[in-house]
């Protein structure tokens, strides 16, 4: 445990201390009317939701979420002791030692938005490369092909994986993040177009959702290893399960679409981010006759975490057949239907 001006006591106290509260003591309300049983959901915060139990937090719109401090360190965007000094200051009683850091918690005071602008991007994307392929191992073609068509590129400066959200004419309007280094880093480039986000065009009648691009080119590597066309479907990446404006501006721009398949986190946060946007899906799109159907790894909580662990069973022979069998994935329909209807494809 890195060691801090609070004792141990009080260490244990500072990082223990209810979520519920620290959020208070940061400004923030709770919305009433749209907090249910498993969460307190909190206003004019991007889909920030306060789980009742397990003292920790989500937040819809770019996935982060984690226990008070990390709350504290994303609200103020300062260090681990500054956040310790908040809660001893703020909600903890009888902890000394803190010092007074600025506070940006009036609600009434919204941030300007930030101009966005992507990382440089100019040298080869050789270490992305490597990191995709041989840490998260997705199909090399897969990866050469998002290369080739700009949607991946390398960060510059930190070497970074950057995934690129473009618009209709090609202009990048977002840029999700992630560390390709020992450094775990996931986050976006701020300033940028939610409702454009990183995706991999098909040219079939169908759209699949993902959390993250990393997911969405592992379900394209399984859909691979099982001898079919990977390029046919439609992929998005959502940058988390509460995006919902990039999946309509997608659906706008894509009238062939006819069905929609929800490839989220099989979590709690995935399976709430899926069927609130389902919900929205038939209220914006009431003529387009969209079915919409829900599936996600069983043994694993995401599609990567999935397609690392048959590479490793790979090298010991298995196939992706078998590792499919007899059902790795599972195929939710939507309620009031038959079950049996729908089986899973990748």
Same mark, same amino acid.
């Given at each position: 445990?890195?060691?801090?001006?609070?004792?141990?006591?009080?260490?244990?106290? =500072?990082?223990?201390?209810?979520?519920?509260?620290?959020?208070?003591? =940061?400004?923030?309300?709770?919305?009433?009317?749209?907090?249910?049983?498993?969460?307190?959901?909190?206003?004019?915060?991007?889909?920030?939701?306060?789980?009742?139990?397990?003292?920790?937090?989500?937040?819809? #719109?770019?996935?982060?979420?984690?226990?008070?401090?990390?709350?504290?360190?994303?609200?103020?965007?300062?260090?681990?002791?500054?956040?310790?000094?908040?809660?001893?200051?703020?909600?903890?009683?009888?902890?000394?030692?803190?010092?007074?850091?600025?506070?940006?918690?009036?609600?009434?005071?919204?941030?300007?938005?930030?101009?966005?602008?992507?990382?440089?991007?100019?040298?080869?994307?050789?270490?992305?490369?490597?990191?995709?392929?041989?840490?998260?191992?997705?199909?090399?073609?897969?990866?050469?092909?998002?290369?080739?068509?700009?949607?991946?590129?390398?960060?510059?400066?930190?070497?970074?994986?950057?995934?690129? @959200?473009?618009?209709?004419?090609?202009?990048?309007? #977002?840029?999700?993040?992630? @560390?390709?280094?020992?450094?775990?880093?996931?986050?976006?480039?701020?300033?940028?177009?939610?409702?454009?986000?990183?995706?991999?065009?098909?040219?079939?009648?169908?759209?699949? =959702?993902?959390?993250?691009?990393?997911?969405?080119?592992?379900?394209?590597?399984?859909?691979?290893?099982?001898?079919?066309?990977?390029?046919?479907?439609?992929?998005?990446?959502?940058?988390?399960?509460?995006?919902?404006?990039?999946?309509?501006?997608?659906?706008?721009?894509?009238?062939?679409?006819?069905?929609?398949?929800?490839?989220?986190?099989?979590?709690?946060?995935?399976?709430?981010?899926?069927?609130?946007? #389902?919900?929205?899906?038939?209220?914006?799109?009431?003529?387009?006759?969209?079915?919409?159907?829900?599936?996600?790894?069983?043994?694993?909580?995401?599609?990567?975490?999935?397609?690392? =662990?048959?590479?490793?069973?790979?090298?010991?022979?298995?196939?992706?057949?078998?590792?499919?069998?007899?059902?790795?994935?599972?195929?939710?329909? /939507? /309620?009031?239907?038959?079950?049996?209807?729908?089986?899973?494809?990748?």
């Amino acid at each position: 445990m890195p060691q801090y001006k609070y004792s141990r006591d009080d260490y244990y106290r =500072l990082t223990n201390a209810p979520c519920l509260d620290v959020a208070r003591a =940061l400004g923030m309300e709770i919305n009433e009317k749209e907090s249910d049983r498993k969460s307190w959901k909190i206003k004019g915060e991007q889909g920030l939701c306060i789980y009742r139990e397990g003292n920790g937090w989500y937040r819809f #719109s770019d996935g982060r979420h984690g226990f008070p401090i990390d709350l504290v360190k994303d609200k103020l965007c300062c260090s681990t002791e500054q956040a310790l000094d908040f809660i001893a200051r703020y909600v903890v009683n009888g902890v000394s030692g803190q010092v007074n850091i600025p506070r940006r918690t009036a609600l009434s005071e919204p941030e300007k938005p930030r101009e966005f602008s992507p990382p440089a991007h100019d040298i080869s994307p050789r270490r992305v490369m490597a990191y995709l392929i041989k840490t998260r191992g997705i199909d090399p073609e897969i990866v050469k092909a998002m290369i080739q068509q700009k949607m991946i590129a390398e960060d510059s400066v930190h070497h970074n994986c950057l995934f690129f @959200g473009r618009d209709e004419n090609g202009v990048i309007r #977002s840029c999700a993040v992630r @560390g390709s280094t020992e450094v775990k880093f996931r986050g976006e480039a701020p300033g940028g177009d939610k409702s454009c986000t990183f995706a991999m065009a098909g040219r079939s009648d169908v759209l699949r =959702l993902f959390e993250s691009p990393i997911d969405a080119m592992s379900h394209a590597t399984f859909t691979k290893l099982l001898g079919k066309d990977w390029t046919a479907d439609h992929r998005l990446s959502v940058n988390g399960s509460g995006n919902y404006e990039s999946i309509k501006r997608y659906l706008a721009n894509h009238t062939e679409i006819k069905s929609v398949w929800f490839c989220y986190d099989s979590d709690q946060a995935g399976r709430d981010g899926a069927e609130a946007s #389902s919900s929205r899906i038939f209220e914006d799109f009431p003529d387009r006759e969209l079915s919409v159907m829900f599936c996600s790894p069983v043994k694993n909580k995401d599609w990567n975490e999935a397609l690392q =662990l048959f590479r490793v069973l790979e090298s010991h022979g298995v196939t992706v057949r078998e590792f499919l069998a007899p059902t790795e994935f599972r195929s939710i329909p /939507p /309620p009031d239907c038959d079950e049996n209807e729908f089986d899973f494809e990748p």
